[in-house]
């Protein structure tokens, strides 16, 4: 049962231009939706989120879109930097009962070519 | 200003013992998650604890795992007899609280590795 999926497993993108990374989720309960960005050997890091009443959040290089009437959501980067070179998660979030649970993605592999 | 502190980095284990994985959340955090990630997936839910209480478990197997969040000390999520299917890595986090947009910041992880 994936409530959150991510189906590119990778993306290549040549630097400077702009890197698009979706996710697609199941459950209309969701609150909101978080992006972390993970290197190697290392945690995830927050990158932004959006509450499921908006349809867009700017920080930056990085926008993320949701579209709820079709359970999808977007990360856009640009200009895209060699360091964005990452593994990015989507995750999502319902609070229930006082429980915080994130539901993740499998995870989408950016290359960043310069 | 350290952030979620994890221990050990990597742990190995045999069959059949015991592992424990400790997390010191974030300077004023006091809700500690626990997530287990297997080879090429994404973070799966495990358990949420708060200061002395399990406020949620069910993502956590119910056979050989327990999780603690003492009133002083880190969280210390256990795995008794451990088997090759516990080889993963076991990911802390921790938030200031339950709100909405209050990210939860994650620790970089123990990596178990079982013989």
């Known amino acids: 049962d994936q409530q959150v999926k991510q189906n590119s497993p990778s993306l290549s993108v040549q630097e400077g231009r702009i890197s698009i990374l979706n996710c697609d989720y199941t459950?209309?309960?969701?609150?909101?939706f978080l992006w972390y960005k993970k290197y190697p050997a290392e945690g995830p890091t927050f990158l932004i989120s959006?509450?499921?009443?908006?349809d867009k959040n700017e920080d930056g290089r990085f926008t993320v879109f949701l579209n709820k009437s079709a359970k999808h959501l977007s990360l856009h980067i640009v200009p895209s930097q060699p360091g964005d070179s990452a593994v990015y998660f989507c995750?999502?979030?319902?609070?229930?009962?006082?429980?915080?649970?994130?539901?993740f993605g499998q995870g989408t592999r950016l290359t960043i070519n310069p | 200003n350290a952030g979620v502190m994890q221990n050990p980095r990597h742990l190995v284990r045999r069959r059949g013992q015991e592992a424990r994985l400790r997390c010191s959340p974030m300077?004023?955090?006091?809700?500690v998650y626990w997530y287990r990630q297997l080879p090429e997936e994404g973070l799966k839910f495990m358990v949420y604890l708060q200061k002395e209480n399990i406020i949620d478990e069910s993502g956590m197997p119910k056979e050989r795992f327990s999780a603690e969040f003492p009133k002083e000390g880190p969280s210390i999520l256990r795995i008794q007899q451990v088997v090759r299917g516990d080889s993963a890595a076991y990911f802390c986090?921790?938030?200031?609280?339950?709100?909405?947009?209050?990210?939860?910041?994650f620790g970089d992880g123990t990596r178990l590795s079982i013989l």
């Open positions: 459950n209309s309960m969701f609150d909101y």
């Open positions: 995750a999502a979030c319902r609070q229930l009962q006082g429980a915080q649970k994130l539901v």
């Open positions: 986090a921790s938030s200031p609280s339950t709100g909405s947009n209050q990210p939860q910041h």
């Open positions: 959006i509450s499921s009443i908006k």
């Open positions: 300077k004023g955090h006091s809700h």
